[in-house]
């Protein structure tokens, strides 16, 4: 007899050598709006048209779920090494029905520690974590425009091509997904 394991959530802290992942607190509201702010730049690449009022508010509360989700399966973290604040990642634990699969909505590392290899560090722990965990699958979506985001994904083992998707405005984003092994 065969018995279906379920993944298990993700710890609300991950840590290993200098990085961190913390759960998003209300306490973290002007981290995230500093990083919202530095961060903007990205629409230039994904032309996304709607924008929150106040969008670390609606980080923190969850607002932005799948059909049918829970709260408790998004997942919002702030994201540390050695106690400076990089930026942060938020996820979807159960992505598109399938228990064993997370959507990695965002990961942003501040421009300041760009291109310093901190971004690949960060995304190796939090990979280690969600294996860990018994996930098999992670989707994330990226714009097509942002060649810098589309090569660190591609570079991170993301080959697999899942959709593309058109947007009116003549943006397009693409869905790729990476199996854990």
């Given at each position: ?61 969850h607002v932005d779920l799948p ?8 997942r919002l973290y702030i994201i ?102």
């Amino acid at each position: 007899m065969q018995v279906n394991i379920v993944p298990k959530r993700c710890s609300a802290h991950i840590k290993k050598d200098q990085i961190e992942f913390i759960e998003a607190t209300d306490n973290d509201k002007p981290f995230l709006e500093t990083c919202i702010k530095d961060l903007q730049y990205i629409i230039e690449y994904t032309g996304w048209e709607e924008s929150s009022e106040d969008e670390a508010k609606d980080l923190l509360d969850h607002v932005d779920l799948p059909k049918n989700g829970k709260k408790e399966n998004d997942r919002l973290y702030i994201i540390k090494k050695e106690g400076l604040c990089l930026g942060y990642c938020k996820f979807y634990e159960g992505a598109m029905n399938d228990p064993f699969k997370i959507f990695l909505g965002y990961m942003g590392i501040l421009k300041e520690y760009q291109k310093k290899g901190m971004g690949k560090e960060a995304y190796t722990v939090l990979e280690e974590e969600i294996k860990n965990n018994g996930y098999t699958v992670i989707r994330l979506n990226v714009g097509t425009r942002n060649i810098e985001a589309l090569s660190f994904w591609i570079r991170n083992g993301y080959r697999e091509i899942v959709s593309l998707i058109k947007y009116k405005n003549g943006y397009m984003d693409i869905n790729l997904e990476k199996r854990l092994t």
